[in-house]
Each structure stands twice: as C-alpha cells, then as structure tokens.
C-alpha cells in the first residue's frame, strides 16, 4: 500500500463548497468591482500570488499532518494544491457570471479578472479551510 495521500470526489466536492459559500457574497458586492476597476496591475498581480500562498500555506502549513510530498502529483505540484487553485478560481468565475455581475458592474474585461482575483483570495480560504478540516 503507498504511503501517497489520496485525493477523491469527496476532497474535491469539500473545496468546491467551501470556495463557493466563502466568496459569494463578494461576488456581488460592488465595492469589490469598485476596487478591481481601480487597481493597477501590480496589485492584481499581488493578489494571485496571495491566493496561491493562502492556498498552500492553509493545505500544507497550518495542517502538521498533511506535507506535499505524500500527496499524489501533477507536473511536480500536489493535486490537491491544483485542484484548490482551480476551484477557488473557477468558483468565483461561474458565479460572477451566473449573477451577472461583470455587466451588472458595467466592467471591463480586465475589471472582471481583477475582480475575481479579488473574490480568489476568500474563495481559496473557503476551499481550503473545507478541505483541511473534513478532508482526509
């Protein structure tokens, strides 16, 4: 039997709900497509790392029994820290787009990816916190 930690459906199922519940009220709140509107690009660069360290350092760090060498792999990176990356990404992207928001907020494109990176960072301590506190 490998020692490797198995990501499932049921790891996958805890981020997606945490990513959603965490970071749908940011979703519609325009104060967050205020600020996306006034953010340069290296702020929004800063928050896309911030969800990326957020992510690992909640999976990873804050967990003693959990360390991403035993986790199962893609390209050298666990699963499990992909897989969040994705969900809270996605997450906020299908509901920015289920609401309506980026025409609700009269944004632009670039507003709308400023805005979900914005919504990132809580989707990704949603989605993280799920999966660290009933994942196995």
């Known amino acids: 039997m490998s020692a490797r930690r198995i990501f499932g459906l049921d790891d996958l199922v805890q981020q997606i709900v ?6 749908a009220p940011f979703v ?16 929004w660069i800063i928050t896309i790392i911030m969800v990326i360290m957020i992510g690992y350092g909640t999976l990873y760090r804050a967990d003693d029994e959990r360390d991403a060498k035993w986790e199962e792999s893609i390209a050298g990176l666990p699963f499990r820290f992909v897989s969040l990356l994705l969900i809270s990404y996605l997450s906020v992207v299908m509901l920015a787009f289920l609401f309506d ?21 809580f989707s990704v301590v949603g989605a993280a916190t799920a999966d660290s506190l009933f994942g196995g």
């Open 18 to 23: 945490g990513g959603v519940v965490l970071s």
């Open 28 to 43: 519609v709140t325009e104060e967050v497509w205020n600020l996306a509107a006034s953010m340069n690009w290296l702020q």
């Open 101 to 121: 928001a980026p025409r609700i907020f009269e944004a632009t494109p670039m507003t709308t990816a400023k805005a979900i990176s914005i919504g990132a960072i």
